[in-house]
């Protein structure tokens, strides 16, 4: 947790697979109620909660209260940090695949 803002890094929200499987079902609906969420989880509501309250720490989860329900949607936009990080990556790789198939074409030569 970043403790100067309080706020839970999005690596560390998503490092969890549960969270992951969370943030999956939460983009494929615009909005979905506690309870459908829990019915997904061989888990108890209050370990479905706590996961949702780290997304929510980190930004990724907003919820809203309609009744007694709480109805929880995907705010993607934390995951941007993510996506850039992994695309570094991405052209690290690409980079070095590229030097490796040279390499063996030269050796074929």
Known sequence: MNESKGVRDAF????????RRL?????????????????QFDMGRTAVSKHLTILKEAGLVV?????????????AVPL??????????????????????QLLEEEEE
């Open 12 to 19: 560390d929200a998503i490092a969890d697979p549960t969270r």
């Open 80 to 101: 941007r940090e993510v996506q850039d990080w992994v695309a570094f990556y991405s052209k690290f790789w690409r980079t070095n695949m590229f030097r490796l198939e």
């Open 63 to 75: 919820d809203r209260k309609v009744g007694r329900e709480t109805r929880f949607r995907l705010n």
């Open 23 to 39: 943030i999956r079902l939460l983009a494929e609906e615009e909005e979905v109620p506690l309870h459908e969420l829990t019915a």
